[in-house]
């Protein structure tokens, strides 16, 4: 870990998902498999379902509560450890939005306009957007500025995200003449920080493609990622001998990398191995790889939502240890922009 953790904030991680639909393999090579390896790295690991963050598009309530259990049971069947990390869902600390207010007097709406995602999710009808949609980076940089992480392990699509919060940490400081806040580094590492759709190799995998096919969810059984794989697009040609061959063939890049990440070994060392060899020949073992990686994960993950109550009081144990770090911060912070705090606790 670089610069912020030579500076006077202690290293701490944070990181969040939202709670729609079902992790898909994007979510868990580009985000939770890392969250793990951080958890093993000794640094203190927050993560987070961002169930607040999940409403910025319409949820229906039956589903959301679903998908927040099923998120956790995710993280744990991945090998994260709720006593080594604290694992919690966003709405049991109202500290998040509390916070997140503040930082919406403090960001500016330019700012908030620039942002990629809000474009690519309001579309073309702005207007109709949720104002939660619009401010959802703001949440965002509360989550982490709140525990004052140094580090966000993210996908490279959150990059922009992570940036932002640099921003607001650096106007909140400057606008108060404190050091309150830390420049805090987004961590975007490995072959797997964008894992791209099945069906379409220029956009990304994602949760919410309105294609299943685009996307292997944790919870898809051996057959369905067998036959996701094989029809998964790519070109007529076999694997080139070198990397530099698959410059322009995105689909064929994207499933390399996805093994890649899998076998957790190198692109080249992929190419290494199936040089000349048709998709005929790939995707069958790309498969097995997926089968043999996933299908435990998911049997784990059956097995935890078979006991929501013990998922609840983990999440629930996880906000207390949250909020026990959360608070004392957020006071300051009212104490800063100068809010008269006077009832007693
Ligand atoms: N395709 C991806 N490749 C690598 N990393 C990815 N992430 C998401 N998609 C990919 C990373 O997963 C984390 C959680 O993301 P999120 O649920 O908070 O929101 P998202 O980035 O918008 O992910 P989705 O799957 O596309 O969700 P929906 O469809 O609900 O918006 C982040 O670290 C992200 O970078």
Redo the contacts with the bound molecule.
Sequence with gaps: MTDAAKSKFTPRVF????P??HL????Y????KRFVEMQNSGVETIYCI?DL??IT?WQNPGDLRNATRELAASYIASGLDPKRSILFNQSQVPAHAELAWIFNCVARMGWMNRMT?WKD?AGKDAEKASLGLFAYPSLMAADILLYHATHV??????KQHVELTRDIAAKFNHDYGVDFFPMTEPVIEGV?????SLRDGTR??????PSDASRINLTDDADTIAQKFRKARTDAEPLPATLEGLKDRPEARNLVNIYAALAETSPEAVIGEFAGKGFGAFKPALADLAVAKLSPLAAEMQRLMADPAEIDRILGDGADRAAAIAQPILDRVYDITGMVRSRRR
């Design positions: 990181s969040g998902i939202q729609t639909n898909q393999l994007g979510n090579l580009g985000a939770v961002v963050h999940a598009v995602q999710k392990p993210v996908g490279e699509d959150q797997a920080t964008r894992v791209m990304k995998m994602s949760k919410s493609d």
